[in-house]
C-alpha cells in the first residue's frame, strides 16, 4: 500500500549545484520587502521602516512565536537599507539614521538568537531603489559581506544588461564562495532575462546560484498569486528538473498573512509552494499576524512536504473544469498532491480525477489529509 498525501489548498477548501554546502532543502525565512518595501520615514512609520529595530522585533516573534522551531531560520533585509553614498574608502555605508548600530551588531544580535543574517544588493550600478549596487566594487562588498557575519545574500538585478548577467552572477558568486564564508546565494538572474524574452540558462544558474528568482515579482492579491502559479505550470519543462538540493527555483515570497489574501487563498499559496519544493521566505508583519494564518505558515505536515529530502520539484499534472492537480515525488516513495480550484464562482464543485491523470500509480493508497489546522 502506498502513501498519497492530500495537501488540501483549494478555494473551496482543498546539475551540479554551487559547492557551498548549503540549500540541501529549500531555504526557509523572513524577508523585507513585500510587506515593507522601501519604507524609510521612520517618523511616520516607526513600526514599518527598513530599521534595526523591525529587524530586531522580527527576530524576537521569530523566536517567541515558533517560527524558528518550525523551520524559518533566515532573516533578511532587502532593498532601501544603505546610505545614497559610499564612504570615501569605496565602501556600503548602512543608514545612519535607520541601522545606528550598524549590521555587525545587527548580525551579532540575529546570531544570538540561533537566526541567519540575510541582506540584499544589486549587480548592476544602483539597486532597483536607487542606492549604491555592486557593480565595479564586488571584491570589497564581498569582504564587506563577510566582515558583517552575513549567511544569505539576495543579488537583484536592476542597471545592468540582462545580457552580461550570465558571467557576472556566476563570477560573483564564484568570489563569494572563495572567501570560505558559506553565503546562500540568491540570483534574479532568469527574471530579469524571462522579463527581456532571453531564454535563461538554467543549467548555469543551478550550476552557480542556490536560488533564483524564475519571474515576476510576486504582490499582495489573488491575481498575482495565480498568475505566477500559472506561469510556473506553463514552464515547468524547462525548468523544473534544474532544482534539487543546493539549488532551487524561486516563484517569490509567502505574502500570507498581510492584506490581499483570504484564508483559503493563503492555503493555497503554502500547498502549492511545498509542492514546488519551493523557497519559503515569509513577508508579513509577525506583529500583527493573525491566528489563522500563523496555523498556515507553521503548519509541519506541510512543512514536511516542502523540506523532503528527495529535492524533486512538483509539477502540475492536470488542469480539468479549472481545477489544477499539482503532485509531487516524496523521498519514502509517497506523493504530495494539491487540488487548486480557479473557478471565480466560489461555489461546491466536484471533478473526478483518475490515478492516470494524476500521473499516480495503479496502486492502492492511504490517504494523509492536512487540515493546515493542527
Not at 540575529?110 to 544602483?126: A, M, P, T, V, W
Not at 515570497?253 to 499559496?269: E, P, W
Amino acid at each position: 500500500m502506498a502513501l498519497l498525501w492530500i495537501v488540501v489548498s483549494s478555494l473551496v477548501s482543498v546539475s551540479s549545484a554551487l559547492d557551498n554546502g548549503l540549500a540541501l532543502t529549500p531555504p526557509m525565512g523572513w524577508l523585507t520587502w513585500e510587506r515593507f518595501r522601501c519604507i524609510t520615514d521612520c517618523k511616520k512609520y516607526p513600526n514599518e521602516c527598513i530599521s534595526e529595530n523591525l529587524i530586531r522585533r522580527t527576530v524576537d516573534l521569530m523566536i517567541i512565536e515558533g517560527y524558528y522551531e518550525a523551520g524559518y531560520e533566515y532573516v533578511g533585509i532587502d532593498d532601501c537599507w544603505l546610505e545614497k553614498a559610499r564612504s570615501l574608502d569605496g565602501r556600503m555605508v548602512p543608514d545612519k539614521e535607520r541601522f545606528p548600530s550598524g549590521m555587525k551588531a545587527l548580525a551579532d544580535y540575529i546570531h544570538s538568537k540561533g537566526l541567519k543574517f540575510g541582506i540584499y544588493e544589486d549587480y548592476g550600478n544602483l539597486t532597483c531603489a536607487g542606492y549604491p549596487g555592486v557593480l565595479g566594487h564586488e571584491q570589497i562588498d564581498i569582504d564587506t559581506f563577510v566582515g558583517w557575519d552575513v549567511d544569505y545574500l539576495k543579488l537583484d538585478g536592476c542597471y545592468i544588461e540582462p545580457t552580461e548577467m550570465d558571467k557576472g552572477y556566476p563570477d560573483f558568486g564564484k568570489m563569494l564562495n572563495e572567501t570560505g564564508r558559506p553565503i546562500m546565494y540568491s540570483c534574479s538572474w532568469p527574471a530579469y532575462q524571462e522579463d527581456k524574452k532571453i531564454l535563461p540558462d538554467y543549467a548555469s544558474i543551478a550550476k552557480h546560484c542556490n536560488l533564483w528568482r524564475n519571474w515576476d515579482d510576486i504582490d499582495d492579491s489573488w491575481s498575482s498569486l495565480e498568475s505566477i502559479m500559472n506561469w510556473f505550470g506553463d514552464n515547468q519543462e524547462r525548468i523544473a528538473h534544474h532544482a534539487g538540493p543546493g539549488h532551487w527555483n524561486d516563484p517569490d515570497m509567502l505574502i500570507i498573512g498581510n492584506f490581499g489574501l483570504t484564508v483559503d487563498q493563503s492555503k493555497v499559496q503554502m500547498a502549492v509552494w511545498a509542492v514546488l519544493a519551493a523557497p519559503l521566505l515569509i513577508s508579513a508583519d509577525l506583529a500583527t499576524m493573525k491566528p489563522e494564518f500563523k496555523q498556515i505558515l507553521l503548519n509541519r505536515d506541510i512543512i514536511a512536504v516542502n523540506q523532503d529530502s528527495l529535492g524533486k520539484q512538483g509539477l502540475r499534472v492536470i488542469t480539468k473544469k479549472k481545477i489544477a492537480v499539482w503532485s509531487r515525488e516524496l523521498a519514502d516513495g509517497s506523493h504530495a498532491v494539491a487540488f487548486v480550484s480557479h473557478r471565480a464562482d466560489g461555489a461546491p464543485h466536484a471533478t473526478r480525477f483518475t490515478l492516470d491523470e494524476m500521473k499516480l500509480p495503479s496502486v492502492q493508497y492511504e490517504v494523509v489529509v492536512s487540515s493546515f489546522y493542527k
